[in-house]
């Protein structure tokens, strides 16, 4: 514990330390144009095309290809990309998109309002369960002329401008797509060709992706950079090693183990940053199949709770780069209601006592019901965490037996609801009717992805607040609304929320504007520079 306390104030004093540091280099130089930046995407990606390839990894190396209609600051207040201006009509549902002139894609094909209207209609509500959820408030999407989109909503929704990075921020080349049917599956995905600041070199498998500077690119001067290289290393030990040996120039949280960010922080040259997460807001949690017994019983889900040690979690298995939480909201984010929450403590007695009152009594080996477990197979720290919790779910009669599994095999197996607990994280994407109508509307279910109630939670009441919330202008009248959300789900426990995850980010200090805005490292880079 001591060791812990430690670690917590130099991580805290080298965090300090570094933003005084990025703000007296970056008041003090100017840009410098070209040189390489060395990064590491782990694991390698199924795919970069964001239209159809949406796991953290292809956003990593995607968002730095294709572009969405804005960006967001720090405080989530939108930033022009694509569209250069926008207007909002007095009652809420009419959302008006200037676009950009003279913008091209990477095959050269001019960008034209037809592309927006194209990708919000037709091609990602197809291809992206989250679209389709958040186009449902949308009556129609038009094009009054080629450098004009129009959004007519349903009924207000005010949480609509952060929907072009919830949806991955990507629009796709209409023109690629013609008379494609199944946009899933087309071969035209493999097709990458994006309006971005970098555009895709060569890709080698197992080894590296590499970026290489659009000359075209719409920001004159942009960017800075020649070429970016996503090495692919495939352990974690390799992937510190790459960092101070000084082939790679930063690492991202899950790059490496948690416990080895401090140690790497402490190099020379190298800064720490926990910025850019503020739009994502990562919550980390056990996802249990309520459609299976005893699952389905509140009783069972609450003596999972309180047989674990949710502080132990974030100070011993992920080294205190973690926030605890009570509920689906993570601290800080809209309409975050600490006073309302359940509070589920560790309490092993208390566990095995609502698992007596259920009936269920330790056999002659001790067990009382029997799960399957399936680990986020995104390295040691959460395979830790699945052995921590085989263990604990152990000492009070629960028999936990781990199934192991490859990123795509984790992937199928959740979307398709063959699992009975399993270890997983989400973004919830700056606002409620964005991060949380995706995770409990019984409407959002299986076979949409992982970013979907794939617990099988059936609530009415919770529909009917998640609606009337997402379209109440009020934001007071918001608030009271999402305290009843947060209030039935911590009492419910459809999922086990472990923790608000810390995302770190070590870096060299020659690296400049790295993460500047909401988004840090998914931003496009094209402000991105190497001090050489």
Known sequence: MQLIRHLGLALATTLAMAAAHVQAQTQA???????????????????INLGNAKLGPSSFVGSKIYEGLVSLSPKLEPIARLAESWSISPDGKTYTFKLRPHVKWHDGKPFTSADVVFSFTQYLPATFARTKLIMEQVEAVSAPDAGTVVFKLKQPYPAFMLIFEATGGTIMPKHLYEGVSDYRTTTVNNTIVGTGPFKLGEWRRGAFIRLVKNPDYWDKGKPYIDNLYFHIVPDAVGRS???????????????????????????????????????????????????????????????????????????????????????????GYAFKDASVETRYAYDVAKAKALLDEMGLKPGPDGTRAELRLLPLPYGETWQRLAEYTRERLGAVGIKTTIVATDVPGWFSRLSAGDFDLAYNFVYLLGDPSIGINQTYLSTNQLNRGTAANVD????????????????????????????????????????????????PTVYRSKVKNLITTGMGMNENFADVWVDK
């Not at 109440?472 to 426990?493: I, K, M």
């Open 29 to 47: 130089q100017v840009p410098k144009a070209g040189g390489t930046l060395n990064l590491i995407v782990q694991p390698e990606p199924p795919g």
């Open 241 to 331: 090693i790459a960092f101070e040996s000084g082939k790679v120039d930063a690492i991202r949280a899950g790059d490496v183990e948690n416990f080895e960010i401090a140690r790497l922080a402490a190099a020379p040259g190298a800064l720490l940053s926990k910025a850019g997460w503020e739009f994502l807001q990562p919550m980390a949690f056990l996802n249990m199949n309520l459609r299976k017994k005893p699952l389905d019983d509140k009783r069972f889900r609450q003596a999972i709770a309180h047989a674990l040690d949710r502080q132990f979690i974030i100070k011993n298995i992920f080294s205190t780069f973690g926030e605890p939480v009570n509920g689906p909201f993570t601290n």
């Open 456 to 503: 099988g939670y059936v609530n009415p009441e919770i529909d009917a607040l998640l609606v009337k919330a997402d379209r109440e202008l009020q934001r007071g009248e918001r608030a009271r609304l999402y305290a009843q959300v947060q209030r039935t789900l911590s009492a419910d426990l459809p999922i086990l929320w472990t923790h608000q995850m810390v995302m």
